[in-house]
């Protein structure tokens, strides 16, 4: 009799552990300091890698597009080019060209995570007569030109970050389709990213995350500070933008898989003032977040000092695990659902409102496709940053939480598959899926 009963509180609660993937862990292990490091170093050893000295440009996406070949043969590597005009830090007009790998997905095909990291760097040249912090006095023309412009902790780090786990997933299949770029044009104001997002907005392509590492390659700071255990991860707003939701995410699986190191969100879009190519994507709505250490050092930073030898590759390669916890986690995730207002229940005052019969929290939520076993309503206060609470429902589409109201709380939901793995939470907000905030300067 005892055992019936345990079985069937086994059955009813059914609530799918939030267990170990072991795909993930695969791939999160697999992360060798080792490539890291000699990718680092040897996209340092280019003369320059400036957008505006086409010569070592060229020669450095070459080199990265031949590795990314090397990997698999399933890896489509393409270079994408965008024209650019003579203006602004463009000394003339030229080809901005993108390193683009692509892994087709299997069932999640049209659903796609882009890894990505800028590969151009800058040793920045003073104008002559320039009085020090009297706003932009680059000159930009010499800038070109400037010799050596190592770019090693900004960005070559970010480029093996994508290197290494195109490397890594590339021996595995996936349900999203995995995109892995190489962008330029970046320190001259984010060409690469914005022709690239410009298009694919166009084209309609569904990117369920962009992870932008940028500045990943050194552990201490002009002034001394040391951190090695920890990465920002800067999501921009609002509160509940799909680029915050994918940073609460990246949170959540670098702490089960990767405690060593904690992925930290900022609750703003970049550093003040500057910007980075996730910018482009968050712009256009998609979710898109940028990992970047939190101890720059701006002595060295865009300048002939940036180099090997002022970098940290172990600090690089716990990041690169940081990001395989979490592009993995998201490439094995079911679709996140996509919440919306009931109609059921009377008072309804608000038509963006969930409500019940006027003082209930009732939810209904979309399908996803993919293998589901059920979702997970997750509840936080207003002003909490995380989810506080998780709540298993089961394999339904609507769930009503009695005399709860939804005006002082957040509420989301989350996918989770028979596989175990989750999806990132689908907050229900009064603003709709495309958030459209002002671009960074
Ligand atoms: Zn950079």
Same mark, same amino acid.
């Given at each position: 009799m005892r055992f019936v009963f345990l079985l069937a509180i086994t059955l009813c609660a059914q /609530? *799918? *552990?939030?267990g170990i993937h072991p795909q993930v862990k695969e791939i999160v292990d697999g992360v060798s300091e080792e490539r890291v490091s000699a990718i680092m170093k040897r996209l340092g050893e280019f003369p320059s890698r400036n957008t505006n000295f086409e010569e070592g440009n060229k020669a450095s996406r070459e080199w990265i597009a031949a590795q990314l070949k090397s990997f698999s043969p399933r890896l489509e590597v393409q270079f994408d080019a965008h024209k650019v005009t003579k203006q602004g830090r463009i000394v003339r007009d030229l080809d901005v060209v993108n390193v683009v790998a692509t892994l087709a997905g299997t069932t999640q095909k049209d659903q796609e995570i882009i890894v990505c990291a800028h590969y151009d760097s800058l040793n920045i040249i003073r104008e002559k007569d320039a009085t020090p912090g009297s706003g932009d006095n680059t000159d930009w023309v010499a800038t070109a030109e400037a010799i050596p412009s190592p770019g090693v902790s900004d960005n070559a780090s970010g480029v093996a970050l994508v290197l290494e786990l195109a490397r890594l997933m590339s021996k595995h299949e996936w349900p999203k389709t995995l995109v892995f770029i190489a962008f330029s044009g970046e320190e001259q104001g984010l060409f690469g990213s914005r022709g690239f997002s410009k298009a694919a907005k166009e084209a309609k392509r569904n990117l369920a995350g962009v992870f932008n590492s940028d500045i990943i390659g050194n552990d201490y700071s002009g002034d001394g500070r040391h951190v090695s255990d920890l990465v920002n991860v800067y999501s921009g707003d609002p509160m509940d933008s799909p680029s915050r939701a994918l940073a609460r995410y990246v949170r959540e699986m670098a702490e089960r898989y990767y405690p060593a190191m904690k992925a930290s969100p900022v609750f703003r879009n970049d550093r003040f003032g500057r910007g980075g190519d996730h910018t482009a994507f968050h712009d256009l709505g998609y979710p898109a977040i940028r990992f970047t250490t939190p101890v720059e050092h701006y002595g060295f930073q865009h300048s002939a000092g940036d180099t090997f030898e002022h970098s940290s590759p172990s600090y690089a390669a716990k990041v690169v695990r940081v990001n395989a916890a979490a592009v993995s986690s998201l490439a094995l995730a079911p679709m996140a659902p996509q919440v919306m207002r009931t &109609? #059921? +229940? +009377? &008072?309804? /005052? #608000?038509?963006n409102l969930a409500r019940g019969k006027g003082y209930d929290a009732a939810l209904k939520w979309t399908a996803s496709t993919g293998d589901i076993a059920g979702y997970s309503i997750t509840v936080r206060s207003s002003t909490a940053p995380f989810w506080e609470r998780e709540v298993y429902v089961g394999n339904v589409t609507e769930y009503t939480m009695q005399n709860l109201s939804i005006d002082d709380i957040v509420i989301g939901v989350r996918s989770i598959g028979t596989n175990g793995v989750e999806s990132p939470v689908s907050a229900y907000v009064l603003v709709p899926r495309n958030f459209n905030t002002p671009a960074a300067p």
């Open positions: /609530t *799918p *552990p939030k &109609n #059921s +229940g +009377g &008072n309804v /005052t #608000s038509p």
